[in-house]
Nanobody, 117 residues
């Protein structure tokens, strides 16, 4: 079983920055890794994803402010969040998608990000 451990959440003022990191407990090949978030009363939504080949996809609401990166050798994925807004407040979850031996989604436990003055 693979555990995903997240770090880096917290409280930040509007306009501030945070960096989220997620590490897998062992070496796995992930077709795509990403970050999702879920605000109270809302569905979980994709924030950003990056494929093993380095292709990225961002939610329109975070384009130009967030940057996702991954280190395949270290089995980590990070999310640099700049110019944070109150509407970015949510629990953020990292996700590793694997296809071998079967398709499966691994999820982190979630880390709270709160943007407030």
């Amino acid at each position: 079983q693979v555990q995903l451990v997240e770090s880096g959440g917290g409280l930040v003022q509007p306009g501030g920055s945070l960096r989220l990191s997620c590490a897998a407990s062992r070496s796995i090949f992930s077709i795509s890794t990403g970050w999702y978030r879920q605000a109270p009363g809302k569905q979980r939504e994709l924030v950003a994803a990056i494929t093993s080949g380095g292709f990225t996809n961002y939610a329109d609401s975070v384009k130009g402010r967030f940057t996702i990166s991954r280190d395949n050798a270290k089995n980590t994925v990070s999310l640099q969040m700049n110019s944070l807004k109150p509407e970015d407040t949510a629990v953020y979850y990292c996700n590793f998608k694997v296809e071998v031996p079967v398709k499966y989604d691994y999820w982190g436990q979630g880390t709270q990000v709160t943007v407030s003055a």
